[in-house]
């Protein structure tokens, strides 16, 4: 660690302009990154949880809720995130809670970042979900006196053999770590393979979602969605939005009454989808723009994906039907929602199997979406069926969470 320390502090110091520059063009971000952080007074002890984005974020929520329930007396809770969108997530809980919970952007790891953000804290607990590891970050929380937890922790064959490969860092750093909380058995045996430290078993936290009651009819009248099937494609990946623009001709040519609601995975990609929707003759209004009916709806807003999931009755999960892992289908499932999934969802094996199992979800190769689409608008019993099977499964893995806040308590 003490060589790893030195070259970061070496690289850190040429890296001065470019930070610089950072936080001439984006202060209010890049104070925080470099550990200018004010957190209000209190006198209560800390606990620190820190997720890199949203679906990390929306997993710990119920949780950290759950926590301040029991302990909000006792502990000042802090909340850190890699992405912007997860510190606006975060925003909303702290927002409930504002007696209780601070939300910061989390330091770059480097020495003097780290150092000044841990000291301005003072974490006695700090737990980190799923994979977080971050070696410095996690050095001067121990050096601080901080107990130091994973929960909801996942790691892949893929991440283990590079933690192998620079094991000087990341063996020294997981000896850090006093207890790992496993979303599985094969993640739990994935990280015997790097530590001795406790690892138990204590389920995947993303069951124990925990999202908002929306106002159904409220949205649809907002949104101007008149349809009866309305089919949701959530975080769409390059080539899929071609595959909702067939969709879109199949059913219309099927004298389907339908609107699809499509929401990219990445709003930078916004222009390039528009352009592909008129080049294939899809007629579509933007989300900030609708002004009537369209028999697709562009969502080009964050967070805006749970409610197009609530007033559906189809929904089609993004990142599955080409090879980028696949996006949790959990967010539909918590709807009670009949799902439609490519082949490909390595990220989310879990879920995937869980609700699988259940009848809860379809998995299709991307040549048959229309027909499998299809089926369910003709079948409206069997849209019913998955949806109760899909709600059922969520229900069922709502251990995870006391799992975990038990774990937790065992070093308060």
């Given at each position: ?5 030195v ?16 936080y ?7 104070k ?29 929520a ?8 029991e ?6 809770v ?26 910061i ?27 977080e ?13 901080a107990?130091i ?8 064959h ?5 933690y ?15 207890e ?39 949205i649809k ?15 769409s ?19 389907v ?11 930078q ?44 009755e189809?929904t089609?999960v993004?990142?599955?039907?080409y ?20 082949p490909?969802y ?43 099977r899909?709600?059922e ?20």
């Amino acid at each position: 660690m003490h060589a790893y320390l030195v070259l970061i502090s070496f690289l850190s110091f040429l890296l001065i302009p470019f930070f610089l520059i950072k936080y001439i063009t984006n202060p209010i971000e890049w104070k925080q990154r470099l550990g200018f952080i004010k957190i209000p007074h209190h006198n209560k002890k800390t606990i620190w949880f820190h997720a890199a984005s949203v679906g990390e974020i929306n997993a710990l929520a119920l949780l950290i809720e759950k926590f301040i329930e029991e302990y909000g007396t006792q502990y000042y809770v802090v909340i850190s995130t890699m992405t912007t969108t997860g510190h606006e997530r975060a925003k909303s809980l702290a927002d409930k809670y504002r007696e209780n919970i601070f939300q910061i952007l989390v330091p770059v790891d480097i020495p003097f970042a780290v150092k000044r953000a841990i000291r301005k804290i003072s974490p006695d607990i700090l737990v980190i979900a799923e994979t977080e590891i971050w070696p410095l970050f996690i050095h001067y929380a121990h050096k601080d006196g901080a107990k130091i937890l994973i929960v909801n922790g996942r790691i892949s064959h893929k991440t283990v053999k590079s933690y192998k490969r620079f094991g000087c860092i990341f063996k020294n750093t997981l000896k850090l770590i006093d207890e790992i909380g496993a979303q599985t058995e094969e993640d739990k045996h994935r990280f015997t393979e790097l530590t001795e430290n406790t690892v138990e078993v204590t389920g995947n936290l993303k069951f124990a979602l925990h999202l908002p009651d929306y106002e159904v009819e409220a949205i649809k009248k907002e949104w101007h969605l008149t349809s009866q099937f309305i089919i949701t494609f959530g975080s769409s990946r390059p080539g899929e939005e071609l595959l909702v623009a067939e969709l879109y001709h199949f059913l219309n040519e099927k004298g389907v009454d339908f609107q699809i609601l499509l929401a990219p995975r990445h709003l930078q990609r916004l222009d390039e989808i528009e352009k592909l929707l008129t080049q294939n003759h899809v007629q579509f209004q933007k989300l900030s723009e609708i002004f009537s009916p369209a028999p697709l709806l562009l969502i080009d807003k964050m967070g805006e994906l749970t409610k197009a999931y609530a007033v559906s009755e189809v929904t089609l999960v993004g990142g599955s039907f080409y090879d980028f892992t696949g996006h949790n289908p959990l967010e539909p499932a918590y709807f009670s929602k009949p799902i439609l999934m490519g082949p490909y969802y390595s990220s989310c094996k879990e879920s995937v199997g869980a609700l699988s199992s259940a009848g809860a979800i379809r998995i299709v190769e991307k040549e048959n979406l229309p027909e499998a689409v299809i089926d369910l608008y003709q079948n409206p019993h069997k849209r019913a069926e998955m949806g109760n099977r899909a709600k059922e499964v969520m229900e069922q893995n709502m251990g995870a969470l006391d799992k975990t806040l038990r774990m937790i308590e065992d070093f308060l």
